[in-house]
T-cell receptor, first 115, second 109 residues
Framework: NAGVTQTPKFQVLKTGQSMTLQCAQD?????MSWYRQDPGMGLRLIHY???????DQGEVPNGYNVSRSTTEDFPLRLLSAAPSQTSVYFC??????????????FGPGTRLTVL | GQQLNQSPQSMFIQEGEDVSMNCTSSSIFNTWLWYKQDPGEGPVLLIALYKAGELTSNGRLTAQFGITRKDSFLNISASIPSDVGIYFC?????????FGKGTRLHILP
């Protein structure tokens, strides 16, 4: 199993550009989440999904959209990139059970810079 | 909003020493989680705790869920070089999760 995969690993955008961060998992996990990690801060939840067709907002959802059309994939879209969205983005997945963000497997991250 | 206070922020220890770090919150959590993150990688789950007072071990790691449900600690015994990294606690309730800011562990040669 590849686990949780994320592409791209690095990305540089100009302010106002849009892009999609890809996330896929091959563990048949029901739950998937997106986080951002900024220097000196813990991870902050952006959006999460408890199953195909179901998504919900986390702590910092503004400027980001998600959709979950399949169990395996959970892309994160930046509609109009801003410098404040410069961060490292992590996707995570977990089995259904004790809550959508419990015992998660994390991907390797996407390092995004917005100029 | 909710915050977790994780301490210490960083630690410098000698190989073979024991390590202790903790997280406290003003809010109650149903689950406490401890993760380790190596440079350039995503966090990896170390221990999950589900009951107040629960004490759980994973090899040289031991973690406890505080009786008040507002705190948790992680101990590492007999540290080795591969323990270097950043350790994060996280409190989880239903559809919310809050991460601490991390404890960066350095091991001196």
């Amino acid at each position: 199993n590849a686990g949780v995969t994320q592409t791209p690993k690095f990305q540089v955008l100009k302010t106002g550009q849009s892009m999609t961060l890809q996330c896929a998992q091959d563990m048949n996990h029901e739950y998937m989440s997106w986080y951002r990690q900024d220097p000196g801060m813990g991870l902050r939840l952006i959006h999460y999904s408890v199953g195909a067709g179901i998504t919900d907002q986390g702590e910092v959802p503004n400027g980001y959209n998600v959709s979950r059309s399949t169990t395996e994939d959970f892309p994160l879209r930046l509609l109009s990139a801003a410098p404040s969205q410069t961060s490292v983005y992590f996707c995570a997945s977990s089995r259904a059970g004790r809550g959508p963000m419990n015992e998660q497997f994390f991907g390797p991250g996407t390092r995004l810079t917005v100029l | 909003g909710q915050q977790l206070n994780q301490s210490p922020q960083s630690m410098f220890i000698q190989e073979g020493e024991d390590v202790s770090m903790n997280c406290t919150s003003s809010s109650i959590f149903n689950t406490w989680l401890w993760y380790k993150q190596d440079p350039g990688e995503g966090p990896v789950l170390l221990i999950a705790l589900y009951k107040a007072g629960e004490l759980t071990s994973n090899g040289r790691l031991t973690a406890q869920f505080g009786i008040t449900r507002k705190d948790s600690f992680l101990n590492i015994s007999a540290s080795i070089p591969s323990d270097v990294g950043i350790y994060f606690c996280a409190g989880h309730n239903n559809d919310k999760i809050i991460f601490g800011k991390g404890t960066r562990l350095h091991i001196l040669p």
